[in-house]
């Protein structure tokens, strides 16, 4: 299975809104609304901030949203904030029953 | 709050088996799905594969014939082996509860292949 294809940086200045792309195919991301994504901060263990493409886990702030257009899924945050800074990965369910992550996204608040 | 704790050796050689078991607390292991994560020193995160608490598994494909994932309901625990291991293998090893949405992992643990 290949990896899900997403920039690998992306960038903004505090309170700006960034968005990062997670493109797959047919076999994943564009048939299943399986399609989450991940916070990392260096050396920690990553952090679920949205599963089924749009929904939030309590206590993730409303500045993370998702959505998925055909094979692409997207990330927003709104409001940037340094604490944001970090590796962002997305991942989808499959058709073979797998899960399938991307290449991460690393998010410099500048 | 559940909790997951990886645990076992941080060195393996070449050509051996990796083991390592994750250990659930604050709560059941029973009808969930549990799942193994890896990360190499600086790069992204790879589905190893995940297990029902019945035994049902399901492996990557890049993996499977060198994978082998168990669970015990008695302990609360759930294993990885991955046989045959080579240098490709040194990685942060991370367990997880869900099957695509993982909202509980455990902190990690480096297993580095060294002879």
Redesign the interface.
Known sequence: ?S?LTQPASVSGSPGQSITISCTGTSSDVGNYK???W?QQHPGK????MI??VTNR?SGVSNRFSGSKSGNTASLTISGLQADDEADY?C???TS?????????TKLTVL | QVQLQESGPGLVKPSETLSLTCTVSSGSITSYYW?W?RQPAGK????I??IYSSGSS?????LKSRVTMSVDTSKNQFSLRVRSVTAADTAVY?CARG?????Y????TLVTVSS
Not at chain 2, 58 to 62: D, K, V
């Open positions: 299975q990896a399986y399609v989450s991940y263990a990553p952090k679920l599963y089924e886990p990965y991942s989808s369910y073979s029953d797998t899960v399938v992550f991307g290449g991460g | 799942t994560i992204g995160l790879e589905w594969g995940r399901n492996y990557n494909p890049s991370y099957v695509s949405s993982l909202g992992w455990g902190q990690g």
